[in-house]
T-cell receptor, first 115, second 113 residues
């Protein structure tokens, strides 16, 4: 069965600090996809990144970066120089190719960035 | 292009009633999935439809049902509502599946009193 664990329930930082959100996953499939979503107070899930299991390259997009390590089943997300607008709930999710579109989400990490 | 559209945005129902939630996917997307998000938790998978056929079902009781129409829009129906059904219901659309990613709507917030 697939499972996603986000051990950090809440993180609080001051603006301009760097912050890393951890994600550990479990799956029996060799082909799968990992996602990060941001959920602001409005409730909509905003897509941030998708990574397939065969692509372990780290990715950087502006202040965001992602570190995918199959050896430790982790897909961590770092925000550099955090801003107040980064305050939201962040979800890591896993989709196995054989699971017909089912996304398994972690419990989410509440990030609060203080001015 | 319009994103994923869900209606209504908010809904208040009484225990025992029935509710229908609607979702219109992004134009061209043939896959629609439904999720329930209880306050303070991650979204939980309810159903996935592709080309009008149910392709996946989560661990939800038979009170929950869904269907997909020829235009790929979808309805989620919940019968005999319980207080515990109060949640944000999210719809996600995709071209085919995980390789194309999933786009979520803003959700329907259901309150059962």
């Amino acid at each position: 069965a697939q499972k996603v664990t986000q051990a950090q329930t809440e993180i609080s930082v001051v603006e301009k600090e760097d912050v890393t959100l951890d994600c550990v996953y479990e799956t029996r499939d060799t082909t799968y996809y990992l996602f990060w979503y941001k959920q602001p107070p409005s409730g909509e899930l905003v897509f941030l990144i998708r990574r397939n299991s065969f692509d372990e390259q780290n990715e950087i997009s502006g202040r965001y970066s992602w570190n995918f390590q199959k050896s430790t089943s982790s897909f961590n997300f770092t925000i550099t120089a955090s801003q107040v607008v980064d305050s939201a709930v962040y979800f890591c999710a896993l989709s196995e190719v054989t699971s017909y579109g089912k996304l398994t989400f972690g419990q989410g990490t509440i990030l609060t960035v203080h001015p | 292009d319009a994103g994923v559209t869900q209606s209504p945005t908010h809904l208040i129902k009484t225990r025992g009633q029935h509710v229908t939630l609607r979702c219109s996917p992004i134009s061209g997307h043939k896959s629609v999935s439904w999720y329930q998000q209880v306050l303070g938790q991650g979204p939980q998978f309810i159903f996935q439809y592709y080309e009008k056929e149910e392709r996946g079902r989560g661990n939800f009781p038979d009170r929950f049902s869904a269907r997909q129409f020829p235009n790929y829009s979808s309805e989620l129906n919940v019968n005999a509502l319980l207080l515990g059904d109060s949640a944000l219901y999210l719809c996600a659309s995709s071209l085919t599946g995980p390789a194309n990613g999933y786009t979520f709507g803003s959700g329907t917030r259901l309150t059962v009193v």
